[in-house]
């Protein structure tokens, strides 16, 4: 039973994908779309709920994107199509959080001002 256990632990460590893993990549998250925000025309968020409220809902979005049709939101890893998605589910997250607006054109600066800071800062934001 112990032995099962440390495997466990083990598999999560190495997949990282623990609690306190999770919270730190919602903390870089945030941080890079404060930033993202505060540097875009046309891109706003009011107030820190609607910023942590953001973060998380375009980690699921980058998920769930990810996981139906194999394209990961990244801007510069995985070239115009990655940085269109980006773009989308930026823009997108506006109909899920109260808060949060973003114009078209905010959303492709944005997903631009996203790539370049989430290069700049360590860790995985989305």
Known sequence: MAERERNNEGRQAESGWNI????????VAAVVLGITAFLTPGFSIDGIWALIIGAIV???????????????ASPFGKGIVGF?????????TQYFVAGFNVTIWGAI???LIFGIVDAIIPGQAM
């Open 20 to 27: 306190g893993s999770i919270v730190i990549r919602l903390i």
């Open 58 to 72: 375009l980690a699921v979005l980058d998920y769930l994107v990810a996981k139906l049709i194999g394209v990961e």
């Open 84 to 92: 269109i998605t980006a773009a989308v589910i930026i823009y997108a």
């Open 109 to 111: 600066i944005g997903a």
